[in-house]
């Protein structure tokens, strides 16, 4: 939501917030499900703390509490920073 608040503050045309808007959130599950592939562990760690990864770490831990773990936990941190930080620009340049 707030990724979207971001887009919709720097972009005025509505015709070109909707494109960009359906690219980046393209662009980030793509990113997501590819990086699976590769054996690179950091670049697993960045993606998995991203936006859709820290939403992917929630749901599944909110749909098995056993699940939840530290990890969830800095999920849920992140995802509040990336909530206020995103937004904050967005209101910011709306």
Not at 16 to 24: D, L, M, Q
Not at 65 to 79: E, M
Request: hydrophobic fraction near 55%; include cysteine.
């Amino acid at each position: 939501m707030s990724l979207g608040q971001l887009i919709v503050g720097l972009i005025k045309g509505f015709e070109t917030i909707n494109a960009v808007t359906r690219i980046t959130y393209i662009a980030l599950m793509m990113v997501v499900c590819l990086v699976h592939f590769l054996e690179n562990k950091q670049l697993k760690k960045v993606v998995r703390f991203s936006p859709y990864g820290c939403v992917k770490m929630m749901l599944a831990a909110g749909m098995e509490p056993a699940r939840w773990t530290s990890d969830t936990t800095i999920a849920v941190l992140i995802s509040f920073g990336y909530i206020i930080v995103l937004a904050g620009i967005g209101i910011k340049k709306f």
